[in-house]
């Protein structure tokens, strides 16, 4: 009874509110305003790969007189999380002795893939005076990294390494048959293997090497009757500034070519100081074969 007869006790007045600081708030607009879309879309805007087709000036050892090819790729983030992944793969490495040359001359040669950094390349052929020419193919990232996959697994089996072939088998068919089979779909084959290209492996290398009269001459001489049979358009992209020739048709064909949904080529562009000039003195046939 004595415990029912205690005064209920009173509920606690509740306690004022702390007054909002000007300051939280100016963070929560500033949030809103500048905090960009969720990660995972900022991600994907932020990943576009960067892929191009290097195609290298001639240089003046017998190996440079056709000029070189390579492909670079630039990913943000790189396949293992790389914050500055921009390399260069190229299939023109080769190991240089005393039998070099005779394996070269008589279709021996084994040459292999290697990569670098983009920059390292930019700054050896700036030194060197050699143009680069790139041309730019846009995919997703997804195919980029297929790409970088598929090099990286040819990395693995012995450098890469490949029986090298001048005409049929080079940095340039290397790069030009990896890059229809996983990125154009076989489009540009396609299109060109039945096109004409009115010239022979011959005639082709004899412009390019009309600046070597003595190296021509010698090319002209080893050269067997197979150098002599008409290519297709496909064919005779097996030089360097050919492919770059071969991807520029593909580009002004635009949807003809019937590329895969979201892959492009764009126009060429050079990397580097050395301005891209592709004058060339007038061929002197000389002694004909």
């Known amino acids: 009874?004595?415990?029912?007869?205690q005064p209920s006790p009173r509920p606690a007045a509740p306690r004022p509110s702390r007054p909002s600081r000007p300051w939280r708030a100016a963070l929560a607009l500033a949030l809103l305003a500048f905090g960009g879309p969720p990660r995972r879309a900022w991600a994907e805007a932020s990943t576009m790969p960067l892929v191009e087709v290097l195609?290298?000036?001639?240089?003046?050892?017998?190996y440079a007189h056709w000029g070189?090819?390579?492909l670079r790729i630039r990913l943000e983030p790189g396949p293992r999380g790389e914050a500055d992944y921009d390399r260069v793969f190229d299939w023109g490495h080769f190991r240089y002795g005393r039998a070099f040359l005779w394996h070269y001359v008589t279709a021996q040669p084994y040459y292999r893939l290697k990569t670098e950094p983009f920059a390292d390349v930019l700054e050896r052929y700036r030194r060197r005076g050699?143009?680069?020419?790139?041309?730019?193919?846009?995919?997703?990232?997804?195919?980029?990294?297929?790409?970088?996959?598929?090099?990286?697994?040819?990395?693995?089996l012995r450098e890469g390494e490949f029986p090298y072939d001048s005409l049929?088998?080079?940095?340039?068919?290397?790069l030009r048959d990896l890059l229809d089979g996983q990125i154009f779909d076989g489009a540009l084959r396609r299109a060109l293997a039945r096109t004409p290209d009115g010239r022979s492996f011959r005639v082709i290398s004899d412009l390019h090497l009309r600046q070597v009269p003595l190296t021509r001459w010698a090319v002209n001489l080893v050269y067997s009757v197979f150098a002599d049979r008409p290519l297709s358009r496909w064919d005779a992209a097996y030089l360097p500034i050919a492919l770059v020739d071969l991807?520029?048709?593909a580009r002004l064909a635009g949807d003809a070519l019937r590329l895969p949904p979201g892959v492009t080529i764009g126009r060429p562009a050079v990397r580097g100081a050395v301005p891209y000039d592709r004058t060339l003195p007038p061929l002197e046939r000389g002694w004909g074969w």
């Open 1 to 5: 009874q004595h415990a029912l007869r």
């Open 55 to 62: 195609a290298i000036a001639p240089g003046p050892h017998l």
């Open 68 to 70: 070189h090819n390579a």
């Open 130 to 156: 050699r143009w680069i020419v790139a041309q730019p193919i846009t995919m997703s990232r997804v195919q980029a990294l297929g790409l970088v996959r598929t090099i990286e697994a040819a990395l693995a």
């Open 168 to 174: 049929i088998n080079n940095c340039t068919t290397k």
């Open 247 to 249: 991807l520029e048709d």
